[in-house]
């Protein structure tokens, strides 16, 4: 069987690794998956930077099929870290700005709504 010796000099010490001839290819495609996946892969439930404007009246969320949401906008289900949304609740029409929550799109869960992270809110 054919090898492949590769050597290094470190200091006084010489290092050898012996390859076999499929070894690099599999070291390749091992590290261009790795890549790869690291690269495309977005957490899910995090707030991508997809982010679009939505006005309406907030609604205090019901009970859901999708179980996501604290609270929905027209036809998103929304959340929020840093509003209140409840305070909000009166007012007849809000304009929210949202990032798109990853994983929540187009009815992948559930067949439920777009899932929004509320980043500002104004009444208008």
């Given amino acids: 069987m054919f090898r492949q010796h590769f050597g290094m000099k470190i200091g006084n010490s010489r290092l050898e690794f012996i390859l076999h001839p ?3 290819l599999k070291l390749f495609i091992f590290f261009a998956m790795l890549s790869l996946i690291g690269t495309s892969c977005e957490k899910f439930g995090e707030a991508s930077q997809n982010c679009i404007t939505v006005s309406g009246q907030i609604e205090k969320q019901e009970v859901t099929s999708y179980q996501y949401g604290t609270h929905t906008i027209g036809d998103y289900a929304i959340r929020s870290n840093v509003y209140d949304l409840d305070q909000f609740i009166l007012e007849p029409i809000v304009l929210i700005e ?5 994983g929540y799109q187009n009815g992948a ?3 439920g ?3 929004l992270e509320v980043t500002s809110i104004g009444i208008q």
């Fill in 109 to 111: 869960v559930e067949g």
């Fill in 22 to 24: 499929m070894q690099p």
């Fill in 98 to 102: 949202g990032c798109r929550i990853n």
């Fill in 113 to 115: 709504p777009d899932y």
